[in-house]
């Protein structure tokens, strides 16, 4: 969740006060709810197939994998844009201010089919997915804050810079280094260089870009595959929710741009627009404080991940009773499993054995609305109103838009 803000004043009270109170009526019992089935993405594909398949498209080399050759036939140049947290499931909120997406959606302008990002989902994650072409358990990114192992110390994904080394961290050549083609970044100038920017876009030039700016730079590159990135309607609706008029108001200003881009882009130039997740509101009732529950504090080394999926690192010989402990108090609001379950039944794809201990020993994911706050460690993020991470479909699919060329 890029651009979250890391406390928001009196609201962050607010919240936390709100989750301690509620926290007694929170602790459910029950039988403990079994792994579930995490969403295959649909046939029509998903986020790592994005890139893969426009420079299938563009150069007749590599896997296809959604069909986008005859979509883009005669497209010299691509335009990719992923709008950060504009899942396809939140379209038709936007259906009052965005008149660009609502032809889009109503089959006057493009086509449009929904994919899926991988699991969990969340912004670092799927950023690496859509650079690399690959899966997270392969590129290492598992997450929005993991434990670095070995360490107590949790990674911040979006507040990392060059420590852990970018290219050990994650080791999978991006798509952007195996193009074949001329490509260029586009995105806020504050993430260049950062280790996420580096990790997802090695091997093209970054050039920062607001959402004002971007049409101009996309139409000032030469490169053959240009992709672009916005992060707004991700922050708006984490700090606003989705349908206020804050989050309305960054929806209309991406639709006024697009408009713009399909109205001025060269005959030759395909655009591709996409998502990294999607995103649900949160009410107070589904709020529950680890802080403030000792049932979930007890045997817990490190909490990471984020509140929609925590990765919870345990003490020596405290597995077992751990994961008791929060099965009995989240009951079927979460599945609550341990790391070789969830490697196991393949929710992040193959895991070498590097990137194994990044996951918690127990992955905690919430189910329906629930989130498990931590007001003290991450007071931002407690205060927020919109979430994602986990494996609803309103936040898993991401749409896929194709404006083939004129």
Same mark, same amino acid.
Request: proline fraction near 8%.
């Given at each position: 969740?890029?651009?979250?803000?890391?406390?928001?004043?009196?609201?962050?009270?607010?919240?936390?006060?709100?989750?301690?109170? =509620?926290?007694?009526?929170?602790?459910?019992?029950?039988?403990?709810?079994?792994?579930?089935?995490?969403?295959?993405?649909?046939?029509?594909?998903?986020?790592?197939?994005?890139?893969?398949? #426009?420079?299938?498209?563009?150069?007749?080399?590599?896997?296809?994998?959604?069909?986008?050759?005859?979509?883009?036939?005669?497209?010299?140049?691509?335009?990719?844009?992923?709008?950060?947290?504009?899942?396809?499931?939140?379209?038709?909120?936007?259906?009052?201010?965005?008149?660009?997406?609502? /032809?889009? =959606?109503?089959?006057?302008?493009?086509?449009?089919?929904?994919?899926?990002?991988?699991?969990?989902?969340?912004?670092?994650?799927?950023?690496?997915?859509?650079?690399?072409?690959?899966?997270?358990?392969?590129?290492?990114?598992?997450?929005?804050?993991?434990?670095?192992?070995?360490?107590?110390?949790?990674?911040?994904?979006?507040?990392?810079?060059?420590?852990?080394?970018?290219?050990?961290?994650?080791?999978?050549?991006?798509?952007?280094?195996?193009?074949?083609?001329?490509?260029?970044?586009?995105?806020?100038?504050?993430? /260049?260089?950062?280790?996420?920017?580096? +990790?997802?876009?090695?091997?093209?030039?970054?050039?920062?870009?607001?959402?004002?700016?971007?049409?101009?730079?996309?139409?000032?590159?030469?490169?053959?595959?240009?992709?672009?990135?916005?992060?707004?309607?991700?922050?708006?609706?984490?700090?606003?929710?989705?349908?206020?008029?804050?989050?309305?108001?960054?929806?209309?200003?991406?639709? +006024?741009? $697009?408009?713009?881009?399909?109205?001025?882009?060269?005959?030759?130039?395909?655009?591709?627009?996409?998502?990294?997740?999607?995103?649900?509101?949160?009410?107070?009732?589904?709020?529950?404080?680890? /802080?403030? #529950?000792?049932?979930?504090?007890?045997?817990?080394?490190?909490?990471?991940?984020?509140?929609?999926?925590?990765?919870?690192?345990?003490?020596?010989?405290?597995? +077992? /009773?751990?994961?008791?402990?929060?099965?009995?108090?989240?009951?079927?609001?979460?599945?609550?499993?341990?790391?070789?379950?969830?490697?196991?039944?393949?929710?992040?794809?193959?895991?070498?054995?590097?990137?194994?201990?990044?996951?918690?020993?127990?992955?905690?994911?919430? $189910?329906?609305?629930?989130? #498990?706050?931590?007001?003290?460690?991450?007071?931002?993020?407690?205060? $927020?109103?919109?979430?994602?991470?986990?494996?609803?479909?309103?936040?898993?699919?991401?749409?896929?838009?194709?404006?083939?060329?004129?």
């Amino acid at each position: 969740m890029p651009g979250a803000p890391r406390s928001a004043g009196g609201g962050t009270r607010d919240r936390r006060s709100a989750a301690r109170a =509620r926290h007694p009526a929170a602790s459910v019992t029950g039988a403990p709810r079994p792994a579930p089935h995490l969403p295959v993405p649909p046939a029509a594909g998903a986020i790592s197939d994005i890139l893969p398949s #426009v420079l299938a498209a563009l150069t007749g080399q590599g896997a296809d994998r959604l069909g986008l050759t005859a979509r883009l036939a005669g497209a010299r140049r691509v335009v990719v844009l992923l709008i950060d947290g504009l899942g396809s499931r939140v379209l038709p909120l936007a259906d009052g201010v965005a008149p660009v997406l609502g /032809d889009i =959606r109503a089959g006057r302008l493009g086509g449009l089919t929904e994919i899926a990002c991988h699991f969990p989902s969340t912004t670092p994650a799927s950023l690496v997915s859509l650079g690399t072409g690959a899966l997270p358990g392969a590129h290492g990114v598992l997450g929005f804050r993991v434990n670095v192992p070995g360490t107590d110390r949790v990674l911040d994904h979006t507040q990392w810079r060059d420590d852990p080394d970018p290219a050990a961290w994650q080791p999978v050549r991006t798509r952007f280094e195996t193009a074949g083609v001329s490509t260029a970044v586009l995105g806020p100038a504050a993430y /260049d260089g950062s280790g996420l920017t580096v +990790a997802a876009y090695r091997g093209a030039p970054y050039t920062g870009a607001s959402l004002r700016s971007l049409v101009d730079r996309v139409l000032a590159s030469d490169a053959r595959l240009i992709y672009g990135y916005h992060p707004r309607v991700d922050t708006a609706g984490h700090l606003f929710g989705l349908g206020s008029a804050e989050w309305l108001a960054e929806v209309a200003a991406v639709d +006024a741009m $697009l408009g713009q881009l399909v109205d001025l882009l060269p005959a030759d130039t395909a655009l591709v627009v996409t998502a990294d997740h999607g995103m649900i509101n949160v009410p107070d009732e589904d709020r529950i404080d680890f /802080d403030a #529950v000792p049932e979930l504090r007890s045997g817990v080394r490190v909490l990471a991940g984020e509140p929609r999926v925590r990765y919870v690192h345990t003490l020596p010989g405290a597995q +077992a /009773d751990v994961l008791a402990a929060w099965r009995a108090v989240l009951g079927d609001t979460a599945s609550v499993v341990s790391r070789s379950e969830a490697i196991d039944a393949g929710w992040y794809g193959p895991v070498p054995d590097a990137h194994r201990e990044r996951i918690g020993d127990i992955v905690v994911t919430c $189910l329906g609305r629930r989130v #498990v706050l931590a007001s003290e460690l991450e007071p931002g993020a407690s205060a $927020l109103v919109g979430y994602h991470g986990s494996i609803t479909p309103e936040e898993v699919g991401i749409p896929l838009i194709v404006v083939p060329p004129r």
